[in-house]
């Protein structure tokens, strides 16, 4: 009986412990979620303020508290519009991919002006009959002029915003099959200087050729897929060893350089191919083991693409992300020709474009303004 009684005890004792084990594990849990929502806002805001966009929205689901933290540190980036140059008259249209919106604006000041390329904000103007270089801002009405220069139709690009003390443009033209004749010229400056360079691997250089800024230099994307890189600092003009990108045999067909585009994001490159009845493929230059590699997928990054120059966001909303975007809107203006890398098709569906039937001075895609409550908007 005795015996009996002992074990018990025993079995109580084991089963108090076991508890008590459990009870102190459950408190160390409880402790840490509490001391994880009682984080002070400050700390909360610093640490959700440095994810991305997807992170954030995941984050915003753990509790109430952490919502409106999330919310209140969101930061979702405004796609570029795009902007379409008049064949008559002073008003610009302007449309605007995630609201589906055209916006129009009088602009006088570019009359007689021919579009070159777009950066921060800025436009880089040309005016042939003056032949006047000049920067313009369309939604602060800013203008910076430059020194006169004979501009053929010739590819032309910036480093920066015109008001950084870093801001060079850059242009390259034809010589001679060996040679180019590159010039560049900066805000304050009275002239613009030229100078002649040898290629050492053949490269053509004509309007259809692509130009971004990127880590310091400025690379060229030939009509056959050579690149050309110039370095501002140390002017010098390599042309890298590189081959060019590999596409299938049916994309090169009539008018088949005018749908290659090329843009920059946080120092990577990426070229898109484009060919009438077939899908985009995509490159991202890989500077280490000089090669083009063929992206499956952006990661997210969205890109916008036209003639004159091309750009690259993160942080989209919606189905805007891993898509290509082009230069190109269809039903009476209200959907832009797009392309999801997710979904592997067109939007809308067979919509697919020959850019060979497309003025390449027709649109750019440029830097929303800050506000778009004072635009009107057509329905």
Known sequence: MAGKKRRRLKLLTLSFKEDTRISKQGDTEQDEQEAWSFLPVELLEFIISQLTLKDNIRTSAVCKTWFSVALSVRVVNKPPWLMYFPKLGNRYEFYDPSKRKTYSLELPELRGCRICYNKDG????????????LF??????????LPRFEMTYQIVAFSSSPKSPNCIVFTVKHV???VVAISTCYPGATVWTTVNYHNRLPFVSSIWNKLVFCNGLFYCLSLTGWLGVYDPNELTWTIRVVPPPRCPDN??????WKGKFMAEHKGDIYVIYTCYSENPIIYKLDQLNKEWVEMKTLEGVTLFASFLSSHARTDLLG???NSVYFSKV????????SYSLDHHRYYPRKQCHDWGEQDPFESIWVEPPEDDSTFSWED
Request: aromatic fraction near 22%; include cysteine.
């Open 319 to 321: 189905m805007m992300r």
């Open 330 to 337: 269809r039903f009476y203006g209200k959907r832009c020709i």
């Open 136 to 145: 313009f801002n369309p939604f602060t009405r800013e203008m910076i002029k």
């Open 251 to 256: 994309f090169f067909v009539k008018n088949w």
């Open 122 to 133: 800025w436009l880089l103007l040309y005016k042939p009959r003056t032949q006047r270089v």
């Open 176 to 178: 001679s099959p060996t």
